[in-house]
């Protein structure tokens, strides 16, 4: 099993502005919530939230480069938000695009490995192509690994790897006695990198919605209140601390 306490990332040496001691996550992955209810509080349309969250995206991306975290993931787009009204679904991928085409060079030029998982198949080849831009120029980049999650989803992802797995098994490869939480884990779209030891939420909403269900087995989730387009490095720092406070135990006895 991947877990922050086994992982070692190489990035000790990024000095974060935390207080003195704190103690970092490896992986922090954030399931962004809350643009719509931002925009609707203000009269405005949903788009407008998406928009300022694209915004939070920027910040957050940024502050985590600064702090020091070696691996961001964030939920952009589930395999359910497909059901959204077409517009609503041609604004988030317009948000990416434009995202993608604005921040490609600047992110490069910092050190900032992107990545996408989820289900590329779906999105339009246009953004598949700059999804492809974007991770090769990147691919050599290590200060940060930041992981977008688009039409991605917990379950898929799972019996994707399931099917891998037993595609082996029937082609002879492998035998199924010899599946274990490992063989699994390098099946799923998360293989190359350590599990998400933080699992943030935005909008005061406390539910998993089908993200990286098997990977947060161990995860600490810290719900706030803020709604995406208004996070903050402060929220983020606030959720690192929260974080440097619990006893993280894996299922034994002895805090690690
Ligand atoms: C949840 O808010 C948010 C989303 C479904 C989309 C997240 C997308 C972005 C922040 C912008 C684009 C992303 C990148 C990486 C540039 P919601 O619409 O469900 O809010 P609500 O629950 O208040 O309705």
Redesign the pocket.
Known sequence: MKNAATHKSGHEDVAPRLPAGSHLPVHIAII???????A?RRFMP?SF??KQ??E??RRTVEAAVEIGVPYLT?????SE?WKRPADEVND?MW??RS?LRKEMAALHAQGVRIQFIGARRSLAPDLVALIDEAEALTAQNQRLVFT?AVSYGGQDDIVDAARALARRVAEGELNPDEIDPDLFAAELSTAAMPDPDLVIRT?G?QRLSNFMLWQSAYAELVFIDT??PDFTRQDLEQAIAVFAGRDRRFGGTDAV
Request: proline content about 0%; charged content about 15%.
């Open positions: 962004m919530d809350g643009n719509g209810r931002w609707e949903r939230g998406h969250g694209a939070a995206v964030l939920f952009a787009f589930s938000n988030l948000l990416l995202y977008i909008s909403e709604l995406w």
